[in-house]
């Protein structure tokens, strides 16, 4: 960091940097004199802010497991057998067909879930098909499976669809997956069910399986119900990653899923089960304890739980779309649907000293104190993503100082 300002080496680094590592390079530019608080709007974690909490039977349960001190000791590398078959009774609630419990890989959280489809993908010469914008954790964990990355866009006009042609034209005989994530992070979107079914469409003709990156599942608030992609298991076999972090509140449990949602065993077959269970035997799996913990969260949690969370995500959803569209040289495509983030075009051109997104996210952390995603670190450059799940207050100050900010930067039109 230099005067202020990030340095051409650590640009050259947000190709590769997680979101976490430019987060902490924002948060090292915040000047503490400047007598504004510190308000972060850049990370995905609702618990920062005290109107997201996990329900009590989240904490008792877990309480619960390891007073009884039956769960100090290993579970098996695949997870516990009734931790298993409660996430897939679970996921089985929204899906034509049943789930076993051999479907189900228990993970460190849905990161390491996202590593081992990867890793199970992974070949000489592959390559894998990731939506831009997207989570830079899959392009991180291609590299180090030496997976070739190929991007296909995201359309902002049309809430963020995959664009299907693009696929088509990227897709070879040496392509081993396509991920698609929904609801959207970064974008705030929601697919429809008629899309999804394109999308299956489009994966089965060019015979690759769908990656189905659903860590938000269930935040949907817009338009269009949350549908899990392994609905349309019978048409291409989908990879179901997900987690309880986003919809218990509990990022910090690290307690995830890897499902084969493949009801006609296209993907599954003996020799790729006993390979993934070889690959789980060396990777190190959530407390045992917490996955102890799974069945009675699933079974004893309350819907009104669930239903406070999704009303305070569009309270604070509709509080970013409408300020947000009252900001100069900011402009947000789509009101966002669901998740906790939405992307909003940053106009460069309207600024008067400021080069670019990342540019623009620096100067906001000196001089207002607010933290926000550059989109490049998300594939779209002039982008940044704002994260909403945040309490009222303190959103809407942020976003005014977005505002302030954005009117002191903007250009002074020359009349003559």
Request: proline share 6%; glycine share 6%.
């Amino acid at each position: 960091m230099e005067n202020g300002n990030v340095n051409n080496h650590e640009m050259d680094t947000f190709s590769t940097i997680t979101i976490k590592g430019i987060l902490s390079l924002l948060m090292q530019n915040v000047d503490e004199k400047n007598g504004k608080r510190l308000i972060s709007l850049g990370m995905g974690d609702p618990t920062l802010y005290s109107c997201f909490h996990t329900t009590h039977v989240a904490g008792e349960s877990v309480v619960e497991a390891l007073q009884s001190e039956k769960f100090n000791g290993y579970s098996p590398t695949v997870g516990l057998p009734q931790t298993r078959r409660a996430i897939a009774e679970y996921l089985s609630r929204d899906l034509p067909y049943k789930l076993s419990a051999d479907d189900v890989f228990i993970t460190s959280g849905c990161t390491q879930a996202i590593d081992v489809a990867l890793a199970m993908l992974g070949k000489p010469g592959a390559n894998i098909l990731l939506p831009r914008p997207g989570f830079p954790i899959y392009e991180l964990c291609a590299t180090f499976r030496r997976l070739q990355v190929r991007y296909f866009d995201l359309l902002p006009e049309k809430g963020w669809e995959v664009d299907l042609d693009a696929v088509e034209a990227l897709a070879d005989q040496n392509t081993v997956g396509l991920v698609v994530i929904n609801p959207g992070n970064p974008c705030g979107n929601v697919y429809s069910y008629q899309h999804l079914q394109k999308i299956a469409e489009t994966a089965e003709k060019l015979k690759i399986p769908v990656i189905a990156d659903e860590v938000y599942g269930h935040l949907a608030f817009g338009d269009n119900p949350f549908v899990p992609m392994g609905v349309f298991g019978s048409i291409v076999p989908v990879l179901t990653l997900g987690s309880l972090s986003k919809r218990w509140i509990v990022p910090g449990w690290r307690l995830g899923w890897f499902v084969t949602t493949d009801p006609n065993n296209m993907y599954k077959n003996p020799k790729t089960i006993e390979r993934m269970k070889k690959y789980f035997d060396i990777l190190g799996g959530p407390a045992t304890f917490v996955q102890a913990a799974v069945p009675r969260i699933i079974e004893k949690t309350d819907e009104v739980f669930f239903r406070k969370t999704i009303n305070t995500l569009k309270q604070t959803a509709d509080i970013c779309w409408d300020m947000v569209n009252e900001i100069p040289c900011i402009s947000c495509p789509q009101k966002p649907q669901g998740s906790m983030a939405a992307m909003m075009k940053v106009n460069i051109s309207d600024l008067d000293d400021i080069s670019d997104d990342i540019d623009f996210c620096f100067r906001l952390a000196k001089e207002e104190s607010v933290i926000i995603l550059p989109g490049t670190a998300v594939g779209l450059k002039n982008w940044i993503r704002i994260t909403f799940a945040a309490d009222p207050p303190s959103l809407i100050e942020a976003l005014c100082r977005l505002k302030s900010f954005c009117k002191r930067h903007t250009k002074i039109l020359q009349t003559y």
